[in-house]
């Protein structure tokens, strides 16, 4: 079942026109299986970082997930908005020009658990990337990129509130 | 005609309905609720058949049945009143508006 | 224009200890309403709307009022501009897709209802309809046809319904709103009424719709910022960040009443139809954006 | 039955943008139902992309992402044509998958 939305009259906001492609048929596979709990691995393999989602404030996961500190950076470009339409539905984009980047990780300061997610960037894959977060309120929002083995942040305040007249 | 005027009138409202009459002192009884509730909720009926209930209205007239079934006569007359309170100025509002509404229509 | 305050004589009030404002007694009776039609004129009334608000936003393209808060603010637009690359109503309108061709029972499907196969007409919707006397609109017109159909009618605020609409919107996409009021009274009186109800005050907070998005749209109400009310319905139905999920054109209708301390009609009531008659209406010639992404 | 994915993936030159939307809760397990009762936690916790393959993208999620979760990012090396094999699981084991062909 493909929905087609190639003609551009079709889209609201023309904005690289693509097609939605979509070939197999995914199989909602829902089981349980045994989910180990696995020890705090630095980000940059493959293992789910459980102990640095544990943390409270952005300094901890952190330190769980890299073991290091950042330096702020004018390289690593952050594109929040001053004032969130919705604390549910927060647009949140990175990118960055530093070199050999291997993880990039987006932390949300006030929110009950700070780290909000962690990526792994394998070699060939452009060190940018856009998704949407819950923010609890009016917080920093703070973006991690692992260049070569150090890691550079940027920071910027999002306003968060709730919106109608109350009722 | 400006928010800031609206927001006067619409304190202006809740402050005469807020300052009702004074209570006899004695214990309020059962009967007293009974008739209060039944005013209340005439009132209501009024507003419904005009279309122009208010949700805090019903809040009210909630509280008094809830506080009367747990024995608290006075507070619940004192929510049936503020109901019917509030069940007479929604009916003035609707009266009120009948003509009203045209003073902010686009012409 | 100073808005005179009756001084309400209610029987239960003792005498109030605020000053009171005593103006001019408006007369208890009810004078003599001008239903005659000479009083009523839709086509002067589209216009005067639309030039309200042509000259409050001058900077605002016509055919962009339908995208609401997002045409009042620039930092909200981008927001909504990356939204809508993965729009969140994607699975609505494929759920709505599936949904409008799966036959009922009978084996009919909803294309046999509608003029066209229900595909591209969102845009004459809702319309008079003469037999009745009475506005329909796209929400009553999918239900009725589910019960001719023999099956249940579903919630005018609930997904099945938001997930039908969406399609059927999808399909007008950019076609412009094409609302007729037919030579008829009753017509005349349903779109009258629906424009009483738009400017009417209600709830204890004593707003009317127009209090809002005519008197200060593009204005924060704490995060949210107001829409104009000209094409306000043209993105309907809705995915709401706020409801985290999709709204009719009725959920709205009945939110928005109870954020004022009123209660709420039953979906489709006559207001509601009446009120969305008229917005329509005075928004022909806009084009129809529907499903929505809004705050 | 169709999946809970849905993917765009399209190539221009040696870059391939890749957008992806999947329909999910991200219950955070903070918030109540209209019983009162506490909506356990239900998240997908890892999100990767394959091509031949190969994993050009692992997102490990917490309940900060978005209900319906939407990610975007681009990766070389991909040609039209190729396939894109997109999976998640979530803290429930719960798991889903699906291929897209790059357009």
Known sequence: ??????????????????SVALIGAGVYLGFETGFGILPALAAANGKYPEEAFKQKSDADAIKALYGKTAEASDKVKLDAPEIAENGAVVPIAVATTLPDVTSISFFVSENPNALAASYVIPAGTVPAIANRLKMAKTCNVIAIVESSGKLFSATKEVKVTVGGCGG | MSATMSMIRNMMISAVLLTSGAWPARAASEADYKTALAAAEAAEKEAGQLRNKWTTTETELAAAKKAAAAGDFDGAIRAAREADALAKASIFQATSEKERWKDMEIR | MFRT???????????????????????????????????????????AFRKFF?????KVKLEEFVNGPYSMDEDLHKQWEEKEQFAPYEFALETGKDMFSTPFRNGKTYADCFPNGGIGIRQNYPYFDEKEGKVVTLELALNRCREANSEAPYSYVKDEMASLTAYMAFTSRSKPMDIRIPND??????????????????????????????QSPGEHIRAEILAPALGILNAMPIYRSEWSGMGTTSRRFIT???????????????????VEYFLSYVANGLPISGPGARP | MASTIRVRAT????????????????????VKDAQGQIIPAHF?????????????????????VSKDPYVKFSFKGANKGDDLRISWVDNKGATDNTTAKIQ
């Open chain 1, 1 to 18: 079942m493909n929905l087609d939305r190639t003609s551009a009259t079709r889209r609201l906001v023309l904005k690289g026109a693509g």
């Open chain 3, 54 to 58: 042509t000259d409050k936003f001058p």
């Open chain 3, 185 to 214: 009274p009753r017509a005349l009186e349903a779109y009258e009424n629906g424009k009483r109800y738009f400017y009417t005050r209600r709830g204890q907070l004593n707003f009317s719709c127009a209090t809002c998005h005519v």
């Open chain 4, 11 to 30: 190539a221009t030159g040696d870059t391939t943008e890749v957008q992806a939307l999947i329909q999910h809760p991200m219950d955070t397990g903070l």
């Open chain 3, 5 to 47: 305050i009756l001084c309400p004589a209610f029987a239960a009030l003792a005498a109030a200890a605020l000053a009171c404002v005593a103006a001019s007694a408006i007369a208890a009776s009810d004078k003599a309403d001008p239903k005659t039609n000479a009083g009523i004129n839709p086509v002067a009334d589209a216009t």
């Open chain 3, 256 to 274: 928005c009443n109870s954020q004022t301390r009123a209660v709420p009609l039953e979906p489709q009531s006559d207001e509601y139809r009446d």
């Open chain 4, 44 to 64: 997908i916790q890892q999100l990767t992309f394959e091509h031949n393959g190969k994993t050009v993208f692992l997102a490990n999620w917490g309940t900060a």
